[in-house]
């Protein structure tokens, strides 16, 4: 026999069972199969309701303390059979299906171990836009190394620029702080680098740099230098008007050009432009403007159809190229290399560059930073010299304790006493200064009976300055002088490797590395060092440093920015 909705054999079974159940009397077959398809509807209405008002807890597990719907005790014999009635399979599927889904939702969801087999739309979880952003507030891991080599590893937020990390690193470092400090970007692979802008942040930076690439923390008097002699870096042959008028910019506007965006100015020149994928080099007439660097297959032309582009300035950086004309076949030792940050490894995509001279290359090299940041340059350039004039509104020097316990004492007499006018204080400490060189010539006749005396530490007193680095050969002082900026008045001090007794001053001038001897002299038993053949004789280098730091002398400029290094 069918029931109604008894299409399964387990309708049939119950309905047996049920059959043989009921007493002998007789029975209204219709009727028991309206009660029984009746108690399936409100058994199942039940389930859910008690499904529905049972909390779950994350794992999915009933809470133990739920409390359930208690229904009425039956009392007719319809209702008793209702007791006895399993639950419909429909009801038990539909259960199932809810129990599942609230499982699912309250577990968090496991990462794919095999990306691989799945694609990115089939894993949610694994791609890499429904990773979480690090927030602002993060910490990074930086690692700044030194000239020397040496590393040290700083943690800082993401939003942390070059220019509050060099001060971090000057800070930590006791290093005078005169602004001239930068992060270098370097690639030793690629042999290229660059120093880092004020405002750039650096964790965005190092998300573009391989594992091979670290930052450098050392001195860039030429960061900014262009600002304070535009002239120097500007060639009027190399700077022009971008229409064909070829009106050259005044000096008085040369600036304010580079910096206003509605301004059209351009650098021109010849170029020696490696082919891509070839080592041989193009002498091509190259122009650079806001919207790229272009090269003319006609001459000097600068009609539109005669320019090519060469490369993008948005999203490039210009690097130096530090591994000499050999490694790239060049024509000069002026290269350099315009990189896009896309580009990790590949040197096929790079676009080297190589100017005739190094003021050549200064401008180019300038003219796309100013092309690139514009007034963010001058921001950053104008920052410490506000915070000069903020410091300079104190009239008095702020002294610290120790300094401020000391006064001027007069021991002439037989009772010591204080020197209340300063005035008389100063004329006793000049007093003073000459007893101590009358004193020091004595001695150094007679013969000093202690090391520690001043005339054996005038000759290694030296040693601690930072602008003295001992016995590094010609070349290396050159490579310091060209890595810290090449700009007038740079110079460093080194033994002589020709003269075990001889100095040598190395400085820099118009973009040129110039040598001077110090050579020692004696008079009246007295050694001096001289560097004008005796005309200027002095008892140590740190007199005779600070003597050219205020006087020309013979020399071409006054000695005014220290080649220093730093050790982490």
């Given at each position: 026999v069918y029931v109604r909705g008894s299409g399964s054999p387990l309708c049939m079974m119950v309905f047996f069972f049920l059959f043989l159940s009921l007493p002998e009397d007789d029975v209204d077959l219709e009727a028991l199969v309206n009660d029984m398809n009746s108690s399936f509807e409100s058994l199942y209405t039940s389930c859910c309701?008690?499904?529905e008002s049972t909390p779950l807890l994350h794992n999915g597990q009933p809470h133990r303390s739920t409390t359930y719907q208690t229904q009425a005790q039956p009392?007719?014999?319809?209702?008793?059979?209702?007791?006895?009635?399993?639950?419909?399979?429909?009801?038990?599927?539909?259960?199932?299906?809810?129990?599942?889904?609230?499982?699912?939702?309250?577990?968090?969801?496991?990462?794919?171990?095999?990306?691989?087999?799945?694609?990115?739309a089939s894993s949610p979880t694994l791609s890499s836009g429904s990773l979480p952003q690090c927030q602002p507030s993060g910490k990074y891991i930086i690692k700044i190394f030194s000239e020397d080599g040496m590393g040290k590893v700083v943690e800082i937020p993401a939003d942390m620029t070059a220019r509050d990390l060099c001060q971090f690193l000057v800070y930590k470092n006791h290093c005078v702080d005169d602004n001239s400090w930068a992060l270098v970007e370097h690639h030793p692979a690629l042999g290229l680098e660059r120093c880092l802008e004020d405002h750039e942040l650096v964790v965005q930076v190092q998300a573009s740099m391989t594992s091979e690439s670290k930052f450098l923390f050392r001195k860039n008097y030429a960061k900014y230098e262009f600002f304070k002699n535009p002239l120097s870096f500007f060639p009027e042959q190399m700077v022009a008007w971008c229409q064909e008028t070829n009106g050259t910019i005044p000096p008085s506007q040369l600036l304010?050009?580079?910096?206003?965006?509605?301004?059209?100015?351009e650098i021109q020149g010849y170029l020696y432009v490696k082919e891509m994928s070839r080592k041989s080099w193009k002498k091509l007439y190259v122009f650079l403007r806001r919207s790229g660097l272009y090269f003319s297959t006609k001459g000097t032309s600068k009609e539109p159809r005669h320019l090519q582009l060469l490369a993008d300035l948005e999203d490039s950086n210009v690097f130096t190229v530090i591994t000499g004309r050999k490694l790239h076949n060049a024509p000069t030792d002026f290269e350099f290399c315009i990189k896009p940050n896309k580009v990790r490894n590949e040197v096929k995509e790079l676009r080297m560059l190589c100017a005739e001279d190094e003021q050549s290359r200064a401008c180019w090299m300038t003219a796309f930073r100013l092309f690139k940041y514009g007034i963010l340059l001058y921001q950053n350039y104008k920052i410490p010299q506000q915070r000069k004039t903020l410091l300079s509104h104190f009239s008095a020097p702020v002294r610290s304790v120790s300094e401020n316990s000391l006064v001027a004492m007069d021991f002439s007499g037989r009772i010591g006493r204080v020197i209340d006018n300063p005035v008389e204080a100063q004329s006793a400490a000049m007093e003073e200064g000459h007893a101590w060189r009358k004193r020091s010539q004595r001695m150094n006749i007679l013969g000093s009976p202690s090391p520690l005396h001043p005339s054996s530490l005038s000759g290694v007193i030296h040693r601690t300055q930072l602008w003295f680095h001992g016995r590094i050969s010609r070349e290396e002082s050159h490579k310091m002088i060209h890595q810290q900026g090449r700009v007038d008045g740079m110079f460093l001090l080194r033994d002589s490797q020709s003269n075990p007794k001889a100095f040598v001053l190395t400085m820099c001038h118009h973009q040129k590395i110039k040598?001077?001897?110090?050579?020692?002299?004696?008079?009246?038993?007295?050694?001096?060092?001289?560097?004008?053949d005796t005309a200027t004789k002095f008892t140590d280098l740190i007199q005779l440093v600070e003597f050219y730091m205020l006087n020309r002398g013979v020399l071409p400029c006054k000695l005014k920015h220290p080649c220093t290094t730093v050790a982490l």
């Open positions: 309701v008690q499904t009392t007719s014999p319809h209702q008793r059979l209702r007791r006895s009635q399993p639950m419909h399979i429909l009801a038990v599927r539909r259960l199932q299906e809810e129990e599942q889904q609230y499982r699912t939702s309250s577990l968090p969801a496991i990462p794919n171990p095999f990306p691989e087999l799945c694609s990115p304010q050009n580079f910096l206003n965006s509605s301004s059209c100015p040598h001077f001897q110090i050579l020692p002299c004696e008079e009246d038993g007295q050694m001096f060092l001289s560097l004008d």
